[in-house]
């Protein structure tokens, strides 16, 4: 067989696995998320507006809650997000450990406090929707509990991050404290299934949801500016991160000589 | 009881803690690299 027939015989790598290897490259990762960004910035921002005028202006006030069901547009949103997050940091935080990919792990870590920030919006705005309808901004139960508990794994792991001063040390010790704190996402998922909550149970399954569609689609946009605002903030933070760690190579060197012409 | 001051305040406390978390890696990264680039400039003169 010659060189030419054994080029053309030797099998393709798939297009997303090629993309997959490219991203584990810091400068490529850095250039790549450098044009996404702006992009998911500005979808971001259009889609949030939409949502929040339907949810603010358009949506009919709620029979029973009058008008403070609004903050509903805030509060489920970043609910879903803090917990989704969580998830996405523990499954990167697992394929650092297994595989040590260091763009992964970066994520992973850069993941923790968009996650707080989540987890605390979703506090206070259900605090602050619980006084006009509860009658009171908190009490112990079962899925406030959780999410508070939600919200000290996400300073616990940035606490434990940066408390060691080896970057990648660091990093996989976080990875593992987020890994044994996924534990409590089924638990804030069924708090309201297991446990008699003041918290009403999800209105809004697989097998269907209780809410009138002017009121439900506004929430579904916000759900889905939330995740683009994920995308952003998370790309924005592993720049930074990876321009700190690496700002004595050759890849970070050349970046700024190019930006000082 | 008005709902409006509840409504107001978690979206006012809200957008403050996104507007945070979106703003705090930007100007970090401005501080970052003017450190950078002041180190250059004097890694550069000293050469």
New interface residues.
């Given amino acids: 067989m010659t060189t030419e027939t054994a080029i053309k015989n030797k099998p393709r790598k798939n297009a997303l696995v090629m993309f997959i290897h490219k991203m584990g490259s810091p400068p490529w990762f850095y250039n790549f998320s450098g044009k996404l960004v702006p992009w998911l910035w500005a979808i971001f921002c259009s889609l949030a507006a939409w949502a929040l005028y339907l949810g603010l202006f358009k949506a009919p006030a709620d029979y029973l809650q009058?008008?403070?069901f609004?903050?509903m547009y805030?509060?489920v949103p970043?609910a879903w997000m803090s917990m989704m997050i969580y998830t996405s940091m523990a499954i990167m935080g697992f394929i650092a450990l297994v595989w040590r990919i260091r763009i992964v792990e970066v994520l992973a870590m850069c993941s923790a406090?968009?996650g707080a920030?989540f987890t605390?919006?979703a506090l206070?705005?259900g605090s602050?929707?619980g006084?006009?309808t509860w009658g009171t901004y908190w009490v112990w139960d079962a899925r406030l509990t959780s999410e508070l508990v939600l919200l000290f794994l996400y300073l616990g792991v940035i606490g434990l991050y940066n408390a060691i001063d080896e970057p990648r040390k660091a990093a996989r010790a976080a990875c593992l404290l987020a890994i044994v704190g996924a534990v409590n996402l089924p638990i804030i998922h069924y708090s309201v299934k297991w446990w008699n909550t003041l918290h009403q149970g999800s209105s809004i399954g697989t097998s269907g949801n209780s809410i009138h569609p002017s009121m439900l689609w506004p929430l579904l946009y916000m759900a889905i500016a939330f995740k683009l605002?994920y995308g952003?903030?998370l790309l924005?933070?592993a720049?930074?991160k990876l321009?700190?760690q690496d700002?004595r190579k050759r890849w970070?060197?050349d970046l700024?000589?190019k930006?000082?012409q | 009881m008005s709902h409006t001051p509840f409504i107001l305040a978690s979206y006012l406390i809200s957008t403050a803690v996104l507007l945070w978390a979106a703003l705090a890696p930007v100007f970090n990264k401005r501080g970052l690299l003017q450190q950078l680039k002041a180190r250059q400039a004097r890694m550069d003169k000293t050469q």
């Fill in positions: 009058g008008e403070s609004r903050i805030l509060h970043s406090p968009v920030a605390l919006v206070a705005s602050l929707w006084r006009p605002y952003a903030n924005s933070r720049r930074l321009l700190k700002h970070v060197q700024l000589a930006e000082n």
